[in-house]
């Protein structure tokens, strides 16, 4: 069974970092693409970022380029974003999500709130 | 590429037939032939889960009564008749043009 779950998540002041961490099972995590997709409460839902089964390939949404960085460890089976420069507008659930083209598995998901 | 949904609320009395609309900005046909436009649906605190894939093609443990039909910028998720547990908010999603990958605003459903 494909599992994703995300952690990491919690409360941070403005301007400050966050590292969210997905752990992926049930499937060959090294042979597939893998994203961040964020959800700000009451919302609707925002590609994040994209990174290549190698980690060779990577983009990022405009509105956090420069300020967050996806990368992954295929031995760890592991997906990770580094948020940096957090803002107010960050906050969001973040999910870790299989395939660009597909979408086909999302994790739970893990909340971010940036606030003093 | 913008996606567009309508309607943004839909309220639909049990056991009717439901409708939403989604249209790009341009056309999703990609380089291979495919057409990379992809529904979820959100039920209340749950995360997304893929109903339609590629414009028409139903998930494994999706009931038949939802379907999805479209081509080049106009595409529609139908459900047949609206059962009580498909309340919620329904995307389209386009991986044709990317970066960046684009949803649609999203269309709660609701009953009447």
């Known amino acids: 069974e494909v599992q994703l779950v995300e952690s990491g998540g919690g409360l941070v002041q403005p301007g400050g970092s966050l590292r969210l961490s997905c752990a992926a099972s049930?499937?060959?995590?090294?042979?597939?693409?893998m994203n961040w997709v964020r959800q700000a409460p009451g919302k609707g839902l925002e590609w994040v970022s994209y990174?290549?089964?190698?980690?060779?390939?990577?983009y990022y949404a405009d509105s956090v380029k420069g300020r967050f960085t996806i990368s992954r460890d295929n031995a760890k089976n592991s997906l990770y974003l580094q948020m940096s420069s957090l803002r107010a507008e960050d906050t969001a659930v973040y999910y870790c999500?299989?395939?660009?083209?597909?979408?086909?598995?999302w994790g739970q998901g893990t909340l971010v709130t940036v606030s003093s | 590429v913008v996606m567009t949904q309508s309607p943004l609320s839909l309220p639909v009395t049990l056991g009717q037939p439901a409708s939403i609309s989604c249209r790009s900005s341009?056309?999703?046909?990609?380089?291979?032939?495919?057409?990379?436009l992809n529904w979820f649906q959100q039920r209340p605190g749950q995360s997304p889960r893929r109903l339609i894939y590629?414009?028409?093609n139903r998930d494994s443990g999706v009931p038949d009564r939802f379907s999805g039909s479209g081509s080049g910028t106009d595409f529609t998720l139908k459900i047949s008749r609206v059962e009580a547990e498909d309340v919620g908010i329904y995307y389209c999603?386009?991986?044709?043009?990317?970066?960046?990958?684009?949803f649609g605003q999203g269309t709660r459903l609701e009953i009447k």
């Open positions: 999500v299989r395939d660009p083209y597909y979408f086909d598995y």
């Open positions: 049930g499937f060959t995590f090294s042979s597939y693409e």
């Open positions: 990174i290549s089964s190698s980690g060779s390939s990577i």
């Open positions: 341009q056309s999703l046909v990609y380089s291979d032939g495919n057409t990379y």
């Open positions: 590629k414009v028409s």
């Open positions: 999603v386009q991986a044709t043009h990317w970066p960046p990958i684009t």
